[in-house]
């Protein structure tokens, strides 16, 4: 009997995972985004083994040289390949931002589960201490975090994950309190199982759908703040590239040599709208309502 109930909860579970999947792959635009994700993170895990030169190399003869052959992107202030720090700098502007989410998100998950299913004085200190977050714009928090601890990779995963972990905090517990009162939630408890195992095994996966689309959408901002704060001089150390000290460092030569500054610019906005269009993507492909508007169509 248990088994056969297993075996069933296993198939409806494959089931709805190729209805997202169907519904994901109808949405072209969406596919497009994730084909630039997947290479940007792929950039990101081999840029420095397939730079064409050094990125830390400098050659002032070659200072603010335009794209050619020679330098496909053209040469920085110091003379070095723009390609070539741009692809090592992938896995500082990108790798910080994914790791930043993740520890965020998972933080913030964690803690809304807790307030919106245990209530009482866990959910106040929790949601009051989430206000104070909340009250506080994101860039700002992020740079008071950084000016704090001082510049490096791990002051800006610190804090950009601390400055989006309060809206995971909100979405869990609004999405827990609408699990929780569920008649199989009921059920469970009935059969005596601890209230760990109920929140991370039955309450935990019906929450995560938001949790998703939202950290997809939290990806390309946590890219621009990051960028943010390598423009402002609090972010990796020089002469480490990263794509928004790049253009920090280059914005003096706008005028003179812009591809210093457009071509980071580039891939930070690509890489954000890719991000943004994957979110929407998969915001419609999670949500029963959205796949029967597009089966309709």
Do not use: C
């Amino acid at each position: 009997m248990e088994d056969s109930l297993a075996w069933r909860i296993k198939e409806a579970k494959k089931k709805r995972l190729l209805e997202v999947w169907e519904a994901f792959k109808s949405n072209r635009v969406a596919l497009v985004a994730l084909s630039i994700i997947v290479f940007v993170i792929i950039v990101t895990l081999i840029g420095p083994h397939i730079t064409p030169y050094d990125p830390y190399d400098f050659d002032l003869r070659k200072a603010r040289q335009p794209p050619s052959r020679e330098h496909i992107l053209g040469a920085d202030e110091l003379g070095r390949d723009i390609l070539s720090r741009l692809l090592v700098g992938a896995r500082y502007t990108v790798g910080i931002s994914v790791v930043s989410i993740a520890i965020g998100a998972s933080l913030g998950t964690l803690l809304g589960l807790i307030s919106g299913y245990k209530g009482g004085f866990s959910d106040s200190l929790i949601q009051r201490v989430n206000d104070v977050l909340l009250a506080f714009p994101t860039i700002l928090l992020a740079i008071a975090l950084v000016a704090f601890k001082g510049p490096g990779v791990s002051s800006l995963i610190l804090a950009i994950a601390v400055s989006f972990m309060p809206v995971y905090v909100r979405l869990v517990r609004a999405s827990v309190l609408q699990v929780v009162v569920e008649d199989y939630i009921a059920a469970v408890k009935l059969l005596g199982l601890g209230s760990w195992r109920i929140m991370l095994r039955h309450v935990l996966p019906n929450v995560m759908s938001p949790v998703i689309v939202q950290a997809t959408y939290h990806m390309g901002l946590a890219i621009l703040v990051a960028s943010a704060l390598g423009f402002l001089g609090l972010g990796v150390p020089p002469p480490t590239p990263e794509w928004g000290s790049m253009i920090g460092t280059g914005k003096v030569y706008l005028f003179s040599a812009p591809h210093i500054v457009v071509f980071p610019g580039l891939f930070i906005s690509i890489t954000i709208i890719a991000f943004n269009i994957l979110g929407d993507g998969l915001r419609d492909a999670l949500d029963p309502r959205a796949r029967a508007l597009l089966r309709r169509f």
